[in-house]
């Protein structure tokens, strides 16, 4: 599991330096996020957000910065556009026209993300018959 854990500093109400340690996973065949606020000098500590959903910039952000971006390719030639498109309109809620674009990065470039965002989608496009692996 790595790639999927970052700290960002953040001020505590006591006048030190926190941290935040921000989690990203797929959990039940879902994105999920969570946030715990810790400060070692006062023991204040709070777990701020725990749920699915896509992770906020600043999560995003961190994992990106701390791990560097993970890329999508096709592991071969892709069967059916139509395939990927539907997975890309289920986990990103995506317009028709977006999923189309996002079938076009995929083929060309890669998609590229946070290790669980790739991981999820290469888990539901391998499930829809679209061969792909992730890497960097
Ligand atoms: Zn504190």
Redesign the pocket.
Known sequence: MTGRTASIEAP???G?T?VRQVNQFVLNDELWWDSEFS?E??G?YMCEHAGPGAAPDGVREALLAAHGPVRLRPAGPLPSAVAAMKVFREVSAASLSRARELVEELRRDGLVGTAAEMELLASRLTRRGVPVEVGR
């Open positions: 505590c109400a006591c030190s926190a400060c000098a006062c204040r």
